[in-house]
Structures are given as C-alpha cells and as structure tokens.
C-alpha cells in the first residue's frame, strides 16, 4: 500500500533512520529471510546470463523498451490511481513480468523485473524497506512462475493437437496462480505480522482489484506464448496496455468523483437536518428538534431509571425590550442567552427555544436538588449578561442584566432576567409533557411572585433569590417574607 505521508516525506533516507528497524522481531526477522532468499534464488539465476541466445536478447529488449513506454507514459495517471487508493495498489505491470518469466530465460525475468521496480519506485513512493520487501515479493513470485513453465516442460508453440495444447493451458493457469499467490500471500503474512490486530482478508485487496490482476496474467501469458515466436509482440501489446491503463485512471477518477459528491450530499442532508432541528436565532434546538431529543433522553432515562430534571426557563418583560429598543436588540438578546445554555449546560442535556423568549432544558441523569442548582446558576448567568446591541434609532446600546449593580453610564440600561420553573420525572408525572406542564405552572409562580426568581412545581420554592438592586427595601422584604 502507498505510505500516506506529505509529498517529499518519503524518500531514500539514512539506513539508520529507516522504520524498519521499529518493527516488531518477528516482522524483521520474516522481512530478512524472504529478502536473502529472493535475492539467493535471483543471483543464482542472473549466474546463467552468458548462455542466453541472440533470440532471447531481442525479445528482452522489446520487453525492457515497452516496460519503459508503459511507466513513463502512464506515471501520472497511476499516482493518481495509488493516492486513491484505499488498499492495495493493483497496477497492469503483471503483463510485462508474467510474459517475461514465460518466454525468457530466468535471468533476463529477473532484470525485467528489477527495471519495472526501478522505474516504478517514483510512482509507489513508498519507504525503502517496504519497496524492498515488495521487490523481493514480486520477484519471487515472477521466479516461481517462470519455474512452473520452465520446468513442466510444455512447450509454447501450438503444436495442433488437443491433449498437449490443453496441458499447456493448465500450465500458464498454474504459473499464474503460483505467481499470483505468492506475492498476495507474501505481502499479507507480512503485514498481519506487523499489525496482528488486522485481519489478512484485509490486506488482500477487493474481488475487483484480484480479477484485474488475475486478467493481466491472462494477458501476460497470451503475450509471453506470443513472444516465443515473435519477439516484436511487446511493442504491438504496449499500446493497448496504456490505453487500459489510461481507461482504468478515467474509471477511478469518475469513482473518486462520485464518492466527493456523495459524501458532499451526505454533509448537505446532515446540514439540512441540522437546519430542520435548530432554531437559527440562537444555535439552540428548535421546537421540533427539542421535542424529538428531548424524548429520546427522556426515554433512556427512564429505561435506566435515571431522573430527569426540566427546566422551563422565560424571560422577564421581554416585550419591554422589543418595544424599547427594537426587535435586533431583542435578537441580540436572545442570542446571548442560546450562548449561555450551551455553555452552562452539560454534553448530554437538551436546550432549545420553545417560541419567543421561552426555553426548554432537559437534564439528563439529574434529580431534584441538582437541578435546581444548575437553574440557578443559569438565572444569575442571565442576570448577569451585558449585550452590546442597536436600538432602533441604531445607537449603540448595552442592555444589562438587573442582577447587575447601576452604573453612572445612561447608555447601560438593566432590562434583562430570567425566571425559571423546575420540575422533575418521576416526582412531577410519568413523560415529558407532564414535567413540562408542572415546569411552566412553577414559572408561572415564579412570574406572579416578583420574577428573576427560581421556583420548583407544586408552589414549593427550593432556592431563595437575591432581591432584585432596582427593588426598593419594603418590596424586598414583603418578597422574603411571601416566599418564606
């Protein structure tokens, strides 16, 4: 597989700072053994160069000269195809290397194969200890296959009679399993040995990407029996081969084109749910989206017998603001408040505008005591805002929370605060619209009893607000003692 590194990351670097040499015992140890005796088996054979005739030399040299056409021509389009890659990287090189284990002698197979390697190094830009174990792979497997022909003694040329021909079929098919084989199984051994939690199936490549391979076999045996009688059949086969080649660029293009535009569809119908379930103003959750989650916690609460705290949360004299200072200060407002839910309120919870300025929050997992706690942080928050807006004359203004001291500045007005009913399941009824109906009778109590104040269902109150700054003392003391 391609090493996904940035471009220039991966090179021909010191020996001592090679990966190699992190690698588990096992996979270095099996790495060596399969490197010395590939390159064992390769010299032995490159011993027997000098006996090769003029026939082989000019067959070995059309297979070198479409081998170079081949990679140079198409160097750019296989890149491509290995950086879309997922897995294993399956290119049409086989053709070159099958042909050549077929109707070379062993030593000119190996220099054509090591020429492919070299020639295609640039393209795999992979680390050198791995483009290595890769050579080695595919050379021993293009050795193994020339041995199977070589030795079964079947010859190559047609020679009209049905038992010795079909014989020779079987042969090529058996050499291209053999060479298939063993780089597939080679490659796959080694890399389950350097992450053993992977499975092999993994690293064998798709049904697709073994057919293609398998094909390009087929072809290299055509070419390779071809060969044997006419030495010019590389050059009439390297056209067609960067024509599929080319094909098969244009293929994983348009693949890697659709998957862009189904992953952008993807993103947009995430977006669009988003949109559906989200209230724009204020980044909270909406009434249809606050309805559909709000549920869901509810029932999962319930399935674990975890209470469940609502929050019915209601700004004080809203309309005041709006009327006041126009609706973009009244937005602003409201933004501010959506921002301060989110921060206050945990991961698992649920927040969302109920319509105007009414809020919803479900507490997951959260009882009586704990809820009231976290609704009265979220009331002093309230109070406590300063929004920086426009009125409608569009003067800047900053609109301040009345839990706020009074300033000498006339541009500071104290206009916002919150009052809030808590209600709990199972305590205050058996789903959610029933802790919402007890919610919105406690904020109702809170309203009725001189707002910015928190207030739990059935008219009990758990949390004792501090009296408002703009409240004068008698007001402040008949609050104490009515809620008291």
Same mark, same amino acid.
């Given at each position: ?8 990351? #991966? ?57 170079? #056409? ?35 002698? $062993? ?37 193994? $296959? ?6 079964? $003694? ?17 042969? @090529? ?64 086969? #390297?056209?067609?081969?960067? @024509?599929?080649?080319?094909? @098969?660029? !244009? ?10 535009? =189904? ?66 200060? %009244? ?7 959506? !921002? ?14 109920? $319509? ?6 479900? =507490? ?85 009893? %001189? !707002?910015?104040? #928190? ?8 949390? =004792? ?20």
């Amino acid at each position: 597989m391609t090493d996904r590194k940035a471009p220039g990351a #991966v090179g021909w670097t010191p020996i001592g700072k090679w990966d190699l040499w992190s690698l588990r015992p096992a996979a270095l140890t099996y790495f060596l053994v399969v490197e010395s005796v590939v390159a064992a088996a390769a010299l032995w054979l490159l011993t027997s160069v000098d006996s090769v005739g003029d026939a082989d030399w000019l067959r070995f040299a059309a297979v070198m000269f479409a081998i170079t #056409v081949h990679l140079m021509i198409v160097r750019r389009a296989e890149e491509s195809r290995r950086d879309e890659s997922s897995g294993p990287h399956i290119d049409l090189t086989s053709v070159w290397t099958f042909a050549a284990a077929i109707a070379l002698p $062993g030593a000119l197979a190996v220099l054509a194969t090591i020429w492919m390697r070299i020639l295609i190094q640039p393209i795999a830009r992979r680390q050198p200890h791995r483009f290595v174990f890769s050579t080695a792979s595919i050379l021993g497997g293009t050795m193994l $296959g020339g041995a199977v022909v070589h030795l079964s $003694g079947a010859s190559l040329i047609a020679t009209g009679h049905v038992v010795p021909d079909l014989c020779l079929v079987l042969v @090529l098919i058996g050499a291209a399993v053999v060479n298939w084989g063993a780089q597939g199984m080679n490659i796959a051994v080694a890399l389950k040995i350097v992450t053993p939690h992977t499975r092999i199936k993994e690293f064998l490549g798709s049904r697709t990407d073994n057919m293609l391979e398998l094909s390009t076999l087929g072809a290299g045996a055509m070419l390779g029996m071809l060969m044997t009688t006419h030495w010019v059949g590389p050059l009439l086969l #390297v056209f067609p081969v960067i @024509l599929v080649n080319s094909l @098969l660029y !244009r293929a994983a293009e348009r693949r890697a084109h659709l998957e862009r535009l =189904l992953r952008e569809q993807e993103q947009l119908h995430a977006r669009l749910t988003e949109d559906a379930h989200t209230d724009y103003r204020t980044g909270l959750l909406n009434t249809n989206g606050l309805a559909e989650y709000a549920h869901r916690l509810t029932e999962r609460c319930r399935h674990d017998n975890q209470p469940v705290t609502v929050l019915a949360i209601d700004l004080d004299h809203f309309k005041r603001i709006n009327d006041t200072w126009g609706h973009p200060a %009244g937005n602003a407002v409201l933004a501010e408040v959506g !921002r301060i839910l989110r921060e206050k309120l945990r991961p698992g919870d649920v927040a969302g505008r109920d $319509g105007g300025e009414e809020f919803v929050v479900v =507490l997951a997992d959260t009882g009586l005591a704990q809820g009231t706690a976290i609704a009265e942080r979220v009331r002093e928050a309230i109070g406590e805002m300063s929004v920086v807006t426009t009125d409608k004359y569009r003067n800047t203004v900053t609109l301040r929370g009345r839990n706020l001291p009074l300033t000498g500045d006339d541009q500071e007005v104290r206009a916002i605060s919150a009052s809030i009913g808590v209600a709990v399941l199972p305590e205050h009824g058996e789903c959610l619209s029933d802790a919402q109906h007890y919610a919105d009778a406690a904020l109702y109590a809170a309203k009725e009893n %001189g !707002r910015n104040q #928190v207030r739990v269902a059935a008219g009990e109150v758990r949390l =004792l607000p501090a009296p408002r700054l703009d409240q004068s003392v008698e007001d402040a003391l008949d609050e104490v003692t009515r809620s008291a």
